[in-house]
């Protein structure tokens, strides 16, 4: 089959390798009929040191099941599938919590131990923790959005919960990427009565000015903060989405809360230690945050999804077929696209 392979920074080609078989009992390989790049693959894209072996990049997709372990229980051939960018068996104690990104058998697809799904299919581990059949009936104008479940849209989400958004709340989200897009859309979906975004893209902003955020603050900095604290009587918002993951955006995030507040971390961290540890402590902000437990989030978001109540699919700009990857990595990291679908 064809896959996507990153071999170092800027270096993605699209090769063949052998199809993916069932390794374990438990697992499944799944036909991947969506899949996209993630902000997070732009990380390798601009830093990766030269691999002779590549990886086999993608962990967001949804697809169909073409062939199942002796020991899969739940999936079955056929079944229309969402795939969460991280395995999980569902069994343990983390599983059980909601916290599968902590799963103890678990894992991400797309490193350098798993294959990814920017490919024709995937192998799954796990299948039966992992995979969440949609067995509703599912319109071709619904794909995009249902691919967002296995990442972006419930990432957003998850910063949201960590920020403790809830009815009535003020709200900021930093970042205009599809995460803080996501993000967006889950704090209007929790209740936020205001919804800062933090951005300077005029496509982005529009997009999540639709969604529903109420201010935009394209300041940068110590500006940015003044803005913010202008548009809130002074104290700053009570919620903090930081979808971004670079120094000065923590910064921002931390110093935009107000006292008592919380800040949910779901950009993926480019430095050793948080910043602001000073005003986070003296203002009793919570920061908190991690990589999403998408398949905790599934349950909750797809409902919408399938009424049509939340469109996250709309953050999808582009659309490739799997030969042209490559060029979608680029304009992506040339922020020329929002975020790209693949389609194999
Ligand atoms: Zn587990």
Not at 33 to 60: F, I, N
Not at 75 to 81: A, E, L, P, S, T
Not at 115 to 120: I, K, L, R, T
Not at 123 to 145: C, E, H, K, Q, Y
């Amino acid at each position: 089959m064809r896959a996507t392979v990153m071999y170092s920074a800027g270096d993605v080609r699209i090769e063949n390798v052998p199809d993916p078989k069932i390794v374990e009992p438990s697992d499944a390989v799944i036909r991947v009929t969506r899949a996209c790049v993630c902000g997070s693959d732009l990380w390798p894209y601009q830093k990766m040191e030269r691999s002779d072996t590549g990886r086999l990049m993608g962990h967001e997709a949804i697809g169909v099941v073409e062939d199942v372990g002796a020991d899969v229980r739940t999936i079955k051939r056929g079944d229309f599938v969402i795939m969460p960018f991280a395995f999980s068996d569902g069994t343990c104690a983390f599983c059980h919590d909601g916290l599968q990104t902590s799963c103890v058998h678990g894992g991400f697809f797309g490193t350098t131990d798993v294959a990814g799904a920017q490919a024709e299919a995937v192998r799954i581990p796990l299948a039966d923790g992992t995979l969440f059949p949609v067995r509703a009936n599912t319109d071709d104008a619904l794909m995009a959005s249902l691919l967002t479940l296995s990442d972006v849209m419930g990432t957003g989400h998850h910063a949201a919960v960590i920020a403790r958004v809830t009815p009535g709340k003020s709200v900021a989200v930093v970042g205009d990427g599809a995460v803080g897009l996501c993000a967006v859309i889950a704090a209007k979906r929790l209740g936020a009565e205001q919804i800062i975004i933090l951005g300077r893209h005029a496509d982005r902003i529009a997009l999540a000015k639709d969604f529903g955020a109420t201010d935009v603050v394209s300041e940068r900095g110590d500006a940015a903060l003044e803005r913010i604290r202008e548009l809130t009587g002074g104290s700053g918002v009570q919620s903090v989405l930081e979808c971004v993951g670079l120094e000065q955006a923590v910064n921002t995030a931390i110093s935009i809360a107000r006292p008592g507040g919380a800040v949910g971390r779901v950009g993926v961290p480019q430095e050793q230690t948080i910043p602001g540890s000073e005003p986070a402590f003296y203002n009793n902000v919570t920061v908190g945050g991690g990589p999403a437990p998408v398949r905790a989030y599934i349950e909750d978001l797809l409902p919408d999804v399938l009424e049509g109540k939340i469109e996250p699919g709309r953050v999808f700009d582009r659309t490739v077929a799997l030969d042209d990857v490559p060029d979608g990595y680029r304009s992506m990291n040339d922020r020329e696209a929002i975020k790209v679908m693949v389609t194999p």
